[in-house]
């Protein structure tokens, strides 16, 4: 039997998913709980910009379904940032996940990487020492830049049980390609559109994820997760083209490709 394949969004309380995806006069605070009628799981973004409090995580555990699970983007401190006293920020973050680690619903903490951090003997040490500290947690990275897609790197991460990210993501000169690779018991995905145009020149963040995927371009994964969930444990799809709910659509979309 093969892995339980998760399929969710990127963050789930968008203001401009009223109407598309949520009814209009939906309360923020409403939002978690609809969402968990559609989907098993969703990315904590938020967590990136500022670390959330215990309650935070405690209201998400409550709001939603015994089997619901939450992967967690890493501080900026800890992956774009890399200064300061990184035990004590790594010992903080995982004590406000307590309330998802105690009833079961952390399914992993996301390590997404900047494109200038680059295959280096300095940062595969990094996350060695990350791998240390967060000891006990299912970690996930998520590199951009090519030099991380070979697999001298897949075999450090297998080495040290961290899971490798593969993107769905523009075919840009040094962002790393298409490859679905399994790394540790945990499989991930994460589609963040295809908008070429505008993932490196953009006025505003949201312009980069304005993409909705085709059917005949999701059908391309299909296989290729089939592929990580015959060997993992289970497998994360997160589509993270998030502008007006289009990350919705095609999550919805991928449910129904890999069914058939």
């Known amino acids: 039997m093969g892995a339980q394949i998760l399929i969710g969004t990127s963050g789930y309380s968008y203001d401009d998913w009223r109407g598309a ?34 309650q935070f995580f405690l ?38 996940l307590k309330p998802l680690i105690d009833t079961g619903k952390l399914g992993a903490v996301l390590l997404q990487f900047p494109y200038s951090f680059k295959n280096s003997e300095e940062n595969r040490k990094y996350l060695s020492r990350l791998r240390e500290l967060m000891e006990g947690l299912p970690l996930a990275v998520e590199f951009r830049h090519i030099s991380w897609e070979q697999k001298p790197v897949w075999d450090f991460l297998q080495m040290h049980g961290i899971a490798y990210v593969s993107v769905d993501e523009p075919q840009l000169k040094g962002l790393v390609g298409r490859s679905a690779v399994l790394t540790s ?10 908008n070429a145009e505008k993932w490196w020149k953009h006025e505003e963040s949201y312009e980069r994820y304005d993409y909705l995927y085709t059917e005949e371009e999701l059908r391309e994964w299909v296989p290729k997760v089939k592929s990580l969930s015959k060997e993992a444990t289970r497998v994360f799809v997160a589509f993270n083209n998030h502008y007006r709910g289009k990350a919705v659509i095609n999550a919805k979309m991928f449910q129904k490709l890999l069914t058939e």
């Open 21 to 54: 995806f949520y009814p209009l006069r939906i309360k923020r605070e409403e939002m978690l709980r609809h969402y968990a009628r559609d989907f098993s799981f969703t990315e904590i973004n938020s967590s990136y910009y500022h670390l959330p409090s215990f």
């Open 59 to 96: 209201r998400l555990a409550e709001k939603t379904p015994p089997d619901f699970l939450f992967t967690v983007k890493a501080h900026k401190s800890l992956t774009h940032e890399r200064v300061g006293d990184l035990k004590a920020t790594s010992e903080k973050f995982r004590s406000v």
């Open 185 to 194: 018991s945990i499989g991930y995905v994460r589609f963040h559109g295809r």
